[in-house]
């Protein structure tokens, strides 16, 4: 004999379901698990959840295709032959001109050394604030990983300072012996400087004595234990990444007219960089 609230207890347990099951396609999907047999990563940050991507289609950069940046080529490589090695190395900031090859050297010389297990992890400005999970993350595995930071730089009140600085020196957590920082940037100390706060440095004798608000901002890069700085091209380093690059999309033919073609295309971006030669050369082979 059924009971009489048997159907509203029915009901009400359908309802429940219902609820339940628009409950849970509301919720965000769980993260992706970490595909620990990639070579490169992006840092992502997706409906509240954050992990490592596998890049697929890495961007294969070689040493040989960077022009007129030898010495910077020279000490990068070595200090990223010593990580890999387990020897000491140091956190690098790369600085100084647009276009002059600062990110593509970073990808170049991790493509240089990834068949001897470097990963390499691409991190967003915008997601610095989780430097110490990624390298929380990655601390316990047997690779090594560069963590690269492109195009940094910060305004006032960013957070993302903060965590760098946590990253490169370590909190009351050493540094991971398994990560380095590779980060590049247009200003050398990262932070804007504003005249004001020059109004505060000191003179005690022969001695100066910075703001600490500009003391704050160079600590910053002083973190980074190597400084490699890059500068506009010449012209006539500009006119051999030309020739270059134009080798490389099959163009051997040079003449006067490629050569007044590629000073005013320069002339025309108001700059002479490897970046600007590259993007002539792709146009000149593209349109003949």
Known sequence: MSHPLDP????LTHQL??????LES?????????????VAYRWRVQNGHRYLQAVKHVHKVSLTDLQNIDLQKQRLVENTRQ???GKLANNVLLTGSRGCGKSSLVKAAWNEFRDTGLRLIEVDKAHLTDLPDIVALIADRQENY??????LSFEEGDYGYQALKTALDGSIAAPSANVLIYATSNRRHLVPEYFSENEQTRHVGDEIHFAEAIEEKIALSERFGLWLSFYGFSQEEYLTAVQHWLAQFGQTEWNDQ????????ALG???R???IAWQFARDWAGSH
């Open 273 to 275: 960089s490897g970046r």
């Open 26 to 38: 509301a919720l965000p999907p769980a993260p992706p698990t970490t595909d620990w047999s990639a």
């Open 258 to 265: 490629v050569e007044r073609e590629a000073l005013n295309w």
């Open 17 to 22: 379901e219902t609820l339940i099951n628009r």
């Open 83 to 85: 990580f890999v090695s």
């Open 269 to 271: 971006r108001g700059a």
């Open 8 to 11: 509203h207890f029915i009901k």
């Open 146 to 151: 560069l963590v690269f930071c492109d195009d």
